[in-house]
């Protein structure tokens, strides 16, 4: 997960919206057979913060 933190907060640098860094992160996870992960818009915002 700290890697996924250092590239949210990239991308956000870079000038990504939270809802497609969001989209982003929800189809990586879905593309994983066995992820039961839930990224929430919430999360993510904590993140960037």
Do not use: C
């Amino acid at each position: 997960m700290e890697e996924l933190t250092k590239v949210v907060t990239e991308l956000h640098a870079y000038g990504l919206k939270q809802h497609t860094i969001v989209k982003m992160v929800k189809d990586i996870f879905a593309s994983v057979d066995n992820a039961e992960v839930k990224i929430s818009p919430k999360s993510v915002k904590k993140t960037i913060r």
